[in-house]
């Protein structure tokens, strides 16, 4: 008996531990819904929110500036999870970027298969309407630009951490911090993507995926 007990505090009593840590922060597997109705993208003929799970950015006016975010993403989030069905990128870009986009996206290609990224441009309305609808506590600059990234859902809903030990309500990621994108979107892009392929698993038992 005594063994037994002492076996179950060194093996089993850490790796429930372990599960409970790593779990909680995310309210075991699920992220918050913080903002429901985001605005989709009723300006664009090829992208949509709508039955995507979307990292969406703002690059406004100043692609160049924000080059250094788009790597960072493109590194950290990206090429770790573009090869999942119903995953993309999109970026709101203002309609005088188009040469600096051309120069993004060949530097991006030579990185990893950039076919999920999607730069779509916008008036300043457009862009300044899409953001207000995510109802964060985050603003925009004078480009219409930002380093923080969203999640926005299949329903377009934006997820995220409702009580994050840094910041309380978490509505995006900063792009700037490699930290940030490491130790918390990572970890929140996974447990949505898995969210996901567990209701399909549910609804469609026969499925693959």
């Given at each position: ?52 799970i979307?990292?969406l ?7 160049e ?37 051309e ?10 298969d ?43 809903t ?11 309500t ?12 490491n ?27």
């Open positions: 008996m005594k063994k037994t007990f002492v076996l179950v505090v060194l093996f089993v009593l850490p790796i429930v531990a372990y599960l409970f840590f790593a779990s909680g922060v995310t309210n075991f597997g699920k992220l918050a819904q913080l903002t429901k109705d985001v605005h989709e993208i009723d300006f664009s003929d090829q992208v949509q929110f709508k039955d995507k979307t990292v950015g703002f690059l406004g006016s100043d692609v500036g924000r080059k250094g975010n788009a790597f960072n993403l493109n590194q950290k989030i990206y090429k770790r999870f573009y090869e999942f069905g119903d995953f993309q990128f999109v970026m709101l870009i203002s309609k005088d970027q188009e040469s600096e986009v120069a993004l996206k060949t530097e991006l290609a030579t990185l990893a950039n076919d999920k990224w999607n730069f779509v441009y916008a008036s300043d309305e457009q862009i300044n309407s899409i953001f207000k609808s995510l109802k964060t506590d985050i603003e925009l600059d004078a480009k219409y630009s930002t380093p923080y990234v969203f999640i926005v859902d299949k329903d377009l934006l997820r995220g951490r409702s009580n994050d030990e840094d910041d309380g978490k509505y995006g990621f900063n792009s700037n911090s490699v930290a940030d994108l130790n918390k979107m990572v970890d929140d892009v996974k447990i949505i993507l898995a969210e996901y392929r567990l209701a399909l698993k549910k609804n469609n038992p026969d499925s693959a995926k």
